[in-house]
């Protein structure tokens, strides 16, 4: 049977071709190095020429990446220039972040695209989250961001501005903003309507600007940050995306990771990942929510969710290299590249 008919057949409501990409922040800002925008563009380009493969084998790949470097800059710069300036709220400091590191994807990806002899248009939609106001997320803010600074300019903003803020270590205190669940991409009717005319699409930059939607139905930025790996579940399950391919700095997800008994894992069934959730706590920084948005995604009707290694992106969604997440009961189905007959 065709794969497309057996998709019908099966009632599967995924796109074939449509698969988003998440990007650590090391696609494009290598973890705490001080980079040039030289650098950064190199980074980029490294990250673009996977994601030609990708393409290059019919896939229309959906961009999402995180902002955390570029977002804790411009907080510097918030806080250096205050005298002058006045300070740019956090929602404001995401949408720019969107705009600086889309642009850098545009152009780079169309330059890579170019010297393999392809074209496609690139968009970058500067996307907006919508986040629930009872979120339990908002009574606990977790998420550190910004400069370190000494404890008496903490104490000032905890006492003055009731801002949360935490002693991380000897380098001093930061500040601390919420971080909700998404629960809708604001813009994913535009991002459809691009799609559908054939785009590469940059959105939920950095987990999108989150926003609000008061009971009067307009909608309100928020001081919070959406974690951008469950942005980019959220963002795949409303694009109807085959595959959630999450990019990062190591071969896949680990099971007792920096222990010598570490063993990364290849292939599970959703249920599988339930089971392993119960007994093995995945790092809430780091691999945390990357492991929970691929969960998330595939539970909810997603096709599959791989986390690997930047290198390995096109084996990674052939199912051939880091670890692979798949529905219960589809651990067989032999679907590969779109348009291969099954
Ligand atoms: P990114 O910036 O690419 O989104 P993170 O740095 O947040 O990624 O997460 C990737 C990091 O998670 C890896 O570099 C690794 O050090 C760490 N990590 C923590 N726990 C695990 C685990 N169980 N398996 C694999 N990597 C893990
Ligand atoms: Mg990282």
């Given at each position: 049977?065709?794969?497309?008919?057996?998709?019908?057949?099966?009632?599967?409501?995924?796109?074939?071709?449509?698969?988003?990409?998440?990007?650590?922040?090391?696609?494009?800002l290598?973890?705490?190095e001080?980079?040039?925008?030289?650098?950064?563009?190199?980074?980029?380009?490294?990250?673009?020429?996977?994601?030609?493969?990708?393409?290059?084998?019919?896939?229309?790949?959906?961009?999402?990446?995180g902002?955390?470097?570029?977002?804790?800059?411009?907080?510097?710069?918030?806080?250096?220039?205050?005298?002058?300036?006045?300070?740019?709220?956090?929602?404001?400091?995401?949408?720019?972040?969107?705009?600086?590191?889309?642009?850098?994807?545009?152009?780079?990806?169309?330059?890579e695209?170019?010297?393999?002899?392809?074209?496609?248009?690139?968009?970058?939609?500067?996307?907006?989250?919508?986040?629930?106001?009872?979120?339990p997320?908002?009574?606990?803010?977790?998420?550190?961001?910004?400069?370190?600074?000494?404890?008496?300019?903490?104490?000032?903003?905890?006492?003055?501005?009731?801002?949360?803020?935490?002693?991380?270590?000897?380098?001093?205190?930061?500040?601390?903003?919420?971080?909700?669940?998404?629960?809708?991409?604001?813009?994913v009717?535009?991002?459809?309507?691009?799609?559908d005319?054939?785009?590469?699409v940059?959105?939920?930059?950095?987990?999108?600007?989150?926003?609000?939607?008061?009971?009067?139905?307009?909608?309100?930025?928020?001081?919070?940050?959406?974690?951008?790996?469950?942005?980019?579940?959220?963002?795949?399950?409303?694009?109807?995306?085959?595959?959630?391919?999450?990019?990062?700095?190591?071969?896949?997800?680990?099971?007792?990771?920096?222990?010598?008994?570490?063993?990364?894992?290849?292939?599970?069934?959703?249920?599988?990942?339930?089971?392993?959730?119960?007994?093995?706590?995945?790092?809430?920084?780091?691999?945390?929510?990357?492991?929970?948005?691929?969960?998330?995604?595939?539970?909810?009707?997603?096709?599959?969710?791989?986390?690997?290694?930047?290198?390995?992106?096109?084996?990674?969604?052939?199912?051939?290299?880091?670890?692979?997440?798949?529905?219960?009961?589809?651990?067989?189905?032999?679907?590969?590249?779109?348009?291969?007959?099954?």
């Amino acid at each position: 049977m065709a794969r497309e008919t057996l998709i019908d057949w099966l009632g599967m409501r995924t796109d074939s071709k449509r698969i988003v990409v998440a990007l650590g922040g090391n696609a494009i800002l290598r973890s705490k190095e001080l980079s040039s925008y030289g650098e950064q563009f190199e980074n980029v380009r490294r990250t673009c020429r996977q994601i030609v493969q990708l393409i290059a084998e019919g896939y229309q790949p959906i961009f999402t990446h995180g902002n955390g470097p570029q977002v804790g800059n411009l907080l510097i710069q918030n806080e250096a220039a205050a005298q002058l300036v006045p300070a740019v709220p956090l929602d404001v400091c995401g949408a720019e972040t969107q705009g600086q590191i889309g642009y850098m994807i545009q152009q780079t990806l169309r330059n890579e695209l170019r010297e393999r002899g392809l074209s496609r248009p690139v968009a970058s939609v500067v996307t907006q989250v919508l986040v629930d106001a009872d979120d339990p997320a908002f009574a606990q803010p977790v998420k550190p961001i910004g400069p370190f600074l000494p404890r008496g300019v903490a104490e000032e903003r905890m006492r003055d501005k009731r801002e949360s803020w935490t002693q991380i270590d000897a380098r001093g205190w930061r500040k601390l903003v919420p971080s909700p669940q998404p629960v809708g991409i604001v813009e994913v009717d535009i991002i459809h309507a691009l799609l559908d005319g054939g785009a590469v699409v940059v959105a939920c930059g950095g987990g999108g600007v989150p926003v609000l939607r008061r009971p009067d139905g307009r909608l309100q930025g928020v001081e919070a940050v959406v974690d951008k790996d469950l942005a980019a579940a959220r963002l795949a399950l409303e694009l109807h995306a085959e595959t959630l391919l999450i990019l990062t700095d190591v071969p896949g997800v680990a099971v007792n990771f920096g222990k010598a008994t570490q063993r990364f894992l290849r292939r599970l069934t959703v249920t599988e990942l339930e089971d392993l959730l119960v007994q093995e706590p995945f790092s809430a920084g780091s691999m945390g929510p990357k492991v929970r948005a691929a969960y998330r995604f595939v539970h909810d009707g997603g096709g599959q969710a791989t986390i690997c290694a930047l290198e390995d992106a096109l084996a990674g969604v052939r199912g051939d290299a880091g670890t692979v997440i798949v529905p219960d009961g589809t651990m067989q189905l032999p679907f590969h590249a779109p348009g291969q007959r099954g």
